[in-house]
Structures are given as structure tokens and as C-alpha cells.
């Protein structure tokens, strides 16, 4: 796991060294072992898939990456660095972004607003500035709204750039969430359960989006996603939780083919 | 480009106006497009200079004298560079529906033999390349949005950016060549080849001139004044001749500005941001606007309710007079100014009228209601009868001469004549070339003095000198007993419903009239709302028993209406259904202008139309259908049909026919 010459992807796609690397991640909630001595790596370029059934400490996963949760034992590499202990908003300078599980956007500012927030952290305009709109200030948010126009262009939403955030349907919401983590221009990209509760068209559109997202910007990928057709479809490595330990990892077809992964998950394959 | 510029005379191609254009207004905008929020736009100078390079680089790619060049997106300042760019190179652009299946682009590429593809993006890449195999002259293909593409073969394909790049690149090889080709077109070489839609058959391949374009976009241009300071809107298919002599020929003859949306679904906010000053909708988009403006301010508060309903009925009364110029008392034009400032104003500016002056509808008969309405708001809408073959303008109202049920006279430099089956023949400079590749077509549609079949039947009103069109030729029949049998002046009665979007009347040849009726979603949706009825999907709320007595009620009312008319009497509908799925163009049902193909409809649901002349009270169906993505499933349903109460015809009226 510490080399760096990545790998060739089926289709064709040439994949970096170790952007990060979680290290016999434990974390317990008093009692509750919801990870127990993890390790995996997600490499540049790459769309890695965080898989399992309810409650296999998934998000858990997730929130560790993200900061939210501070392993209880076991270390965070990123970027060839060990990382300390961190706070979300830290995280999130260092390039990592992140969507939820339960929508979590302002409901009552506008598209556009919501897809601003996620160039927070490239703000520097101090609160004077930014109260009087005055130099710095006024050149950042055009500079900024500049970006956010290509994502909302990119994600094609530009119908709905000036509609409140609170009218719009539930699978336009998740694009949104997805437009305000590509504003950051992150690194790494988290998506907590991106297709949840859509419908098949959108779970396409989506799924198209998430492809375009890696192919043009390079953007690395990790997402959790309980349906497996889309799981297997879009990414390049997978690995299986169940009950907070890894039972599996590899490429779709290696993980499809763990007796271990079918007995846990997957069921018995169809004929 | 000095050399081109040869006053009036030399300006006998597009590329030529374009290098006057470049000349006269350079600094002044010639395109507009709104991209990442913000309208770009390109003066004639730049716009000259892009379509060089493109021009540049298509001649670098090989491009042949007499080659098409097929352009296939949504309307882009990039994709009518493309056409010029053709045009400059001597070989022929042929725009495509956007929202064609393969299968169709197919046909019409393999038809033209298209060497080169300029598509806008991905989805427009991919539907060509799922049908290369079967296009034998097909070479290279050039598209714009890098999107999604990175990954593709890039041998045969090419981005637009690129191209332009090796084109600058190659300025010195090839501008000789260019500048000779460039001077070579005259008003005999091809300017377009544009598909018609196809009501019947497969769609034909109508070549224009340069002659026919450029005639007739001076002719029409000096009609409305059309002048540089000129606004438009394109957000028409590109495939369709309306935008071609809009956005192309009268905005290159007036020197005028073409502003692009952003994508379809911002169309509205696009509009009232660029409030165009020249506005051209089929009527299915005045029809829209109105349900859409009556759907909230059904959902207003009383007053602001009834102060609309105060004023809009005021501008009924007055409106049109004041429009057309006819004395209106005093306090009347006060009181139309107070609404102006209070309703029709505000109503303007939030629809994008603001700053029309001309605003034109064609393609169908549009609804007097929804006619009238416009016009009491100030606006100058008017209409006009055209065909692909014509370049559009056969006949259109001048100004002060506006009614919704003809029409208008004949366009300048346009000759009408009426054959004795009812028929009307036009011959213009506007007429068309040829059919590509069909010289049987050309020959039964043209005869040897140019004289061009319409395939409407009408009449021209002696005493204003107006065309009134009263129905497809082929499509008016004789019911059983002989009456007269028009199914398009009954379904275009019912579609003047905001709760009815199509309808599909059968009865050539039977004793009596029946119906297929469409229900509009979006007005019907709104009303199931407000009346608190549940429904899961269309299917459901077009079977609602209340929706088919709302249905019942507008039919029987067009009934009492068709009465009236000694000649169509016997067309009222006496049995209906409401459909279970909207007629699509991805079926097949309607043309990608959408109209309706009557025979198709007739032959898919014969089942349907069966019951409705054996009496039945209901019928159970099942329907195909295909998914925007090509894919099929099935639709089942057991529909009900009703019988509507008719007007019987008065002996009166029969004595007197």
C-alpha cells in the first residue's frame, strides 16, 4: 500500500499515487465498536466505493475521513502527510468535500446562494471588508461567482440558479449539494449516499454527473451507496463493511466474487 | 474582405452580407448568448472573424465545394457561425432536429450524404456515432462541448475550438482558397437544405438558394422595418425554416442581433431579460404563457384577482382598437393607461414583451381568445401562413389589418391563386430549388411556372382581400352522407381549451364525428390541486370522472359553436375519449414541429377508434411507448367513452346550404 505507481483502470483511465490513507481506524462510541481496525487506501483520480449493509459503521467511515469524528485509535495519512487531529472546517481547506445523506442545504436562500457557501473557505475578505463590500470583498465574489457559474453550468441547473432552495424537488436538491461540495474545488470529493431515494432517471442523471465530475476535473471520488448496479458501474475500487470490519476490498469483479462480501450482502447470486 | 463589399449588387450570399455587416455595424452586437450567468456577446466584426476561422479550418479538414455539412444542438451563436462557415466554403449546411432519435438522423444523414457532422455536444456525438456504420460518405465530425468527450476516439472527431485554432493557423495556406470560393457564390449557388417535418412519409430535403433567402428576408425585413437596433430571441429548432429566415437571413439583411438562452428550460427568464423587440412563437407557446400567467393569478388574493380581471376586461374592450389605431373615447384611454401602469405593464414585462413591436405567429391557427389577449395588452402579434418550401413567407398581416381568423395578404413579391378543389398555389422569389434527390416530389409539388401546391385548402375573403386557410387539402374529407369533413377546424375549436393540449378528430367517410382528446397536464394538474382531487399520474387524472365532464362540457359547447357553421355542421363530436398517454413525437404520433399525424394515430389506436363507433362504454388498451432514452414499455388502460350531446342541425340551415 505505500507505493505510488497506480494503477490502469479498465477503461483506460491512469490512476495516481495514495491521496489518502486510513490506518487500523478504530472508533468506539463508549461500549460501541462502530469501526474496528480499518485500513484502506484512496489513490488520485480514482472513484472508491464504501459498501455494506445498514449500520456496518459506513458513515462512520465517512465522518472520519471528513473530520467530524476523531478516530479513537489508528491514523490518517493524506496527501503523504499524517494528519491530526482535525476540525470539519479544517478538513475541508485541505481540499475535502463532502454531501449528506439527509440533505443538509439553506432552505430558504436561494441555489445560487447555497453553491456560494461552498466557496467559503476560499474567502479571505476579513468581516470589515465584507460588511462594507469594499476591496477585497466585491473582487472575491466575483471571482468566486465565476466558479460557481461553471459548476452550476456543469451540473446544468441553471434554470433553477435563482429559485429558493426549499421549492425545488428532492432529487434536484442532491445536485445542488453536489454543486455546493464541486464549488470548493476539492481534492477529494465524499458523496454520503448520493442516489438515495431517486427515482431511476435520476439515479442516471447522477450517476453521469459523478463520471463527469472525475473525468473533468479529476476530482477523486469516495462514495457510499446501497444500490449495487450503480456501485459497480461507477467505481474503480470497493470496500466492503459489515459490522465496523473491512470483509472485503478490491475492484467490482474481485468483491463481487468474495464469498465472504456475498455471504454478508450481496445475497446469493442470481442464477 | 474589401472585395466582397460591392453595394447592393454584390450582396448575393450570406457570407457576403456578413462581410458588409462586419463592415458597416462592426462594433454593434450580432450575437448574444448566455453563459455562466452572464450575456456574452460578439460584435458583426468578431462574429466575421470567427466564422473565418471556422471557415479556415473546414477547408484545413478538406472540406469540399457541394459537401453537407449537417449541424445538429440547441441554438448556439457557434452552430450559425457553423452554417455561414459552410456557406463561406461552398458547401451546404443542413440543420437537424436536436431532439431527433438516431434512427432519424440516420435517414437524413445517409439521404444528403453528409462528409461532415457539427454537433453541439455529447448526447448530439453519441446519436451519430451509434449510426456511423450505415453513413457511407460520412468522414469527420466537430463538436462543441468538450463535455464527456475526452475520452472518445479522436480520430475522426474533432472539437469546434480546435478547428478554429488549425484554421488560424493555416491562414496563409488557405486564404486564397477561401476568398476564391467566397467569390464564387452568387444567388443561383445553395443556401440551406432544410428537412421538412414530415406530416406524411419520410421528411424531404428542400433546397433554398440564395436567391430564395435573401430575396425574400429583404422583402419581409422592409415590411415590418425591421432595422440594426432589431432584438431577437432564437430559441426555435434550428432545423426549422422560421429560425433559419429569422435568425440568419433577416438578421444578416437588417444587421439585427440574435441573443441565444442559455438552455431551453431557462427560455422564459432568457426572454424577459433580453426583451426582444422582434418575437416570433408558434401559437403552443402564446397558448403555455396564457394558462401559466391564468394558473397564478387563479391562485392570487381577491384583490389583486379582481382588480386583473377589472382591467383585463377593460383591455378586451378597448385594447385592440387603440392597437390598430381606431378612435377610443377619452376616458377610456385613461383608464387603459392607469392599466397599463397597474396591470398590462408589469403583465409585459414579466412575460418578455416589453419592447415588442412586431411579434408574429404561425404553424397552426391560434386560439382568438388567447389571440385576443395579447393584442388588448398592446402587443403588436399578428400572423402569418408560410411553408418551408415558400421560405417561409406566404401570406402576413400588415399592421392595422390584424384578425385571428385569416391569415393576412399575400406577402410582397408573392402571388396567390386558388385551384378549383379549394387549394391554394403561391409563386414567389422565396420558392424552393428542389426536393433533393426526389425530382417526382419537386415535379407534383411545382409546376413548370413555379407555381408551388400548398396542401391547404382556403379561400380569400373578398372584401378584405385576406387568405382564410381552412384545413390540410388532404386531410378535408366527406363524412357518409357527403357532408363536408374539416377535422382540423373542430380539433383547433377544442384545442383553444387550456385543459385540452391536443385532439384528434376521426369521421372521413363514417356518419358522424368522433374524438381523441389530450388533456393539458399542467392546467389540469393545477386545477386537480386546487379542487383537492388526488392523483398518481397523468393516466389517472385524464380517467377522473370530473376531468372527462370538464372535457364533456368543452366539447359540447364546440358542438353548439360548430353548429352555426352551415358548411361544417355535420362535424360536431358525437363520442370522445381522453387518452391515457400524451401523443409524443418520440412515438411517432406528432411531427418534431408537433403536428399531428393523423393516419399513424389512426392505424396505433385503431382499437380505440374502433370503440368509439361500435358503441361500447369503455375499452381496454395497451400501448407502446418509448422512453426518452430509446427504451420501450408498455402502457395498459381501460379508458371510458362518452357520448356528447350534439346541436341537430336545422332543416333551416340544410335549405339554406
Given at each position: 500500500m505505500k507505493d505510488t505507481a497506480g494503477y490502469i483502470t479498465e477503461d483506460g483511465r491512469q490512476i495516481g499515487g495514495t491521496l489518502m490513507e486510513m490506518r487500523n481506524i478504530t472508533l468506539r462510541f463508549g461500549g460501541v465498536v462502530a469501526i474496528q481496525d480499518i485500513s484502506f487506501d484512496i489513490r488520485e483520480g480514482e472513484v472508491r466505493a464504501i459498501i455494506g449493509p445498514n449500520g456496518a459503521g459506513k458513515s462512520s467511515m465517512l465522518n472520519v475521513i471528513s473530520g467530524f469524528y476523531t478516530p479513537s485509535e489508528g491514523e490518517v495519512w493524506y496527501q503523504g502527510k499524517k494528519r491530526p487531529p482535525m476540525k470539519p472546517y479544517q478538513v475541508a481547506r485541505q481540499g475535502v468535500a463532502r454531501t449528506f445523506q439527509n440533505i443538509a442545504l439553506?432552505?430558504?436562500?436561494t441555489v445560487l446562494d447555497n453553491v456560494m457557501t461552498g466557496r467559503l473557505t476560499h474567502m479571505k475578505a476579513g468581516i470589515a471588508s465584507q460588511a462594507l463590500w469594499w476591496g477585497r470583498a466585491s473582487r472575491e465574489e466575483v471571482e468566486n461567482r465565476e466558479k460557481v457559474e461553471r459548476v452550476i453550468d456543469f451540473l446544468e441547473i441553471q434554470n433553477i440558479r435563482k429559485t429558493p432552495v426549499g421549492r425545488l424537488p428532492y432529487g434536484l436538491k442532491k445536485r445542488v449539494e453536489l454543486a455546493r461540495a464541486l464549488a470548493a474545488e476539492p481534492s477529494l470529493l465524499l458523496l454520503d449516499?448520493?442516489?438515495?431515494?431517486?427515482?431511476v432517471e435520476e439515479k442516471e442523471d447522477m450517476s453521469r454527473f459523478i463520471l463527469d465530475v472525475n473525468d473533468e476535473f479529476g476530482t477523486t471520488i469516495c462514495l457510499i451507496e446501497h444500490d449495487m448496479g450503480v456501485v459497480m458501474d461507477l467505481s474503480d475500487r470497493v470496500v466492503v463493511m459489515d459490522y465496523g470490519k473491512k470483509i472485503g476490498d478490491g475492484t467490482p469483479d474481485e468483491v463481487r466474487g468474495n464469498e465472504d462480501v456475498i455471504a454478508a450482502y450481496l445475497g446469493v447470486p442470481h442464477d | 474582405m474589401a472585395h466582397l463589399t460591392k453595394g447592393a449588387d454584390g450582396l448575393r450570399s450570406v457570407p457576403a452580407l456578413l462581410a458588409r455587416n462586419a463592415a458597416q455595424y462592426g462594433r454593434s452586437p450580432a450575437y448574444r448568448e448566455k453563459e455562466y450567468g452572464i450575456w456574452q456577446s460578439w460584435t458583426w466584426a468578431e462574429t466575421a472573424a470567427e466564422v473565418e476561422a471556422l471557415a479556415l479550418g473546414l477547408l484545413n479538414l478538406g472540406v469540399n465545394e457541394g459537401d453537407f455539412i449537417a449541424i445538429i444542438g440547441r441554438n448556439r451563436p457557434y452552430l450559425y457561425w457553423s452554417m455561414v462557415a459552410a456557406q463561406s466554403v461552398g458547401a451546404i449546411p443542413v440543420p437537424l432536429y436536436q431532439d431527433s432519435v438516431a434512427e432519424e438522423m440516420e435517414y437524413v444523414l445517409s439521404h444528403c450524404g453528409a462528409r461532415f457532422v457539427i454537433a453541439g455536444d455529447q448526447e448530439q456525438v453519441d446519436k451519430v456515432i451509434e449510426v456511423q456504420e450505415h453513413l457511407h460518405q460520412f468522414e469527420h465530425m466537430i463538436y462543441l462541448d468538450p463535455r464527456g468527450l475526452r475520452k472518445y476516439d479522436h480520430r475522426r472527431l474533432h472539437q469546434f475550438s480546435h478547428v478554429q485554432e488549425q484554421g488560424r493557423a493555416a491562414r496563409d495556406e488557405f486564404t486564397g482558397e477561401l476568398n476564391r470560393r467566397r467569390d464564387k457564390l452568387n444567388y443561383d449557388s445553395i443556401c440551406v437544405m432544410l428537412y421538412t417535418s414530415g406530416t406524411t412519409g419520410k421528411p424531404k430535403g428542400v433546397v433554398l438558394s440564395n436567391r430564395n433567402i435573401i430575396e425574400t428576408a429583404r422583402a419581409s425585413s422592409e415590411f415590418d422595418h425591421l432595422k440594426p437596433d432589431d432584438e431577437v430571441l432564437a430559441y426555435l429548432p434550428m432545423a426549422w425554416v422560421g429560425d433559419f429566415i429569422f435568425s440568419i437571413g433577416q438578421a444578416y439583411w437588417s444587421g439585427f442581433c440574435v441573443n441565444c438562452p442559455e438552455s431551453p428550460e431557462t427560455m422564459m427568464t432568457d426572454l424577459r431579460e433580453i426583451a426582444p423587440s422582434y418575437y416570433f412563437a408558434p401559437p403552443r407557446v402564446f397558448e403555455t404563457q396564457l394558462t401559466q400567467i391564468m394558473i397564478r393569478m387563479e391562485d392570487s388574493g381577491t384583490f389583486k384577482k379582481k382588480t386583473f380581471d377589472h382591467f383585463m376586461a377593460h383591455a378586451g374592450k378597448v385594447g385592440p382598437d387603440l392597437l390598430d389605431g381606431r378612435e377610443v373615447g377619452f376616458y377610456d384611454r385613461l383608464k387603459y393607461r392607469l392599466g397599463e401602469f397597474l396591470i398590462y405593464g408589469p403583465l409585459k414585462n414579466a412575460l418578455g414583451f416589453s419592447n415588442v413591436r412586431v411579434g408574429y405567429t404561425a404553424g397552426e391557427a391560434i386560439g382568438p381568445e388567447i389571440f385576443d389577449f395579447y393584442r388588448s395588452l398592446g402587443i403588436n402579434l399578428k400572423q402569418l401562413y408560410g411553408q418551408t418550401e415558400a421560405s417561409v413567407f406566404i401570406t402576413q398581416q400588415p399592421d392595422g389589418e390584424v384578425r385571428s381568423d385569416t391569415v393576412g395578404v399575400p406577402s410582397p413579391g408573392v402571388e396567390i391563386r386558388i385551384a378549383e378543389g379549394g387549394e391554394v398555389f403561391y409563386r414567389s422569389p422565396g420558392v424552393f430549388v428542389e426536393y433533393y434527390k426526389n425530382p417526382e416530389s419537386t415535379a407534383d409539388t411545382k409546376d413548370q411556372e413555379g407555381w408551388v401546391a400548398t396542401g391547404d385548402a382556403g379561400f380569400i375573403e373578398e372584401a378584405s382581400g385576406h387568405l382564410r386557410i381552412i384545413d390540410r387539402a388532404k386531410d378535408v374529407g366527406a363524412m357518409a352522407d357527403g357532408a363536408m369533413f374539416a377535422p382540423k377546424y373542430v380539433e383547433n375549436k377544442l384545442k383553444?381549451?387550456?385543459?385540452?393540449l391536443e385532439a384528434v378528430v376521426f369521421g372521413a367517410g363514417r356518419d358522424r364525428c368522433c374524438a381523441f382528446i389530450n388533456i393539458d397536464l399542467a392546467a389540469v394538474g393545477n386545477w386537480a390541486e386546487r379542487n383537492n382531487i388526488a392523483y398518481a399520474s397523468y393516466q389517472e387524472l385524464a380517467g377522473h370522472k370530473q376531468v372527462l365532464d370538464a372535457i364533456q362540457a368543452h366539447i359540447e359547447e364546440t358542438n353548439e359553436s360548430i353548429a352555426q357553421d352551415d358548411m361544417l355542421?355535420?362535424?360536431?363530436?358525437?363520442r370522445f375519449l381522453v387518452l391515457h398517454k400524451e401523443l409524443d413525437a418520440d412515438d411517432g404520433e406528432l411531427t418534431r414541429t408537433r403536428k399531428v399525424r393523423r393516419k399513424i394515430i389512426g392505424e396505433k389506436f385503431a382499437d380505440l377508434v374502433a370503440a368509439l363507433y361500435d358503441g361500447s362504454n369503455s375499452v381496454y388498451t395497451e400501448t407502446e411507448v418509448t422512453y426518452e432514452d430509446g427504451r420501450k414499455g408498455k402502457i395498459k388502460a381501460t379508458l371510458e367513452i362518452r357520448d356528447a350531446k350534439v346541436v341537430p342541425v336545422t332543416p333551416k340551415a340544410m335549405a339554406a346550404e
Open positions: 439553506f432552505e430558504g436562500m449516499e448520493p442516489m438515495a431515494g431517486m427515482n | 383553444f381549451y387550456p385543459n385540452i355542421s355535420g362535424c360536431q363530436v358525437h
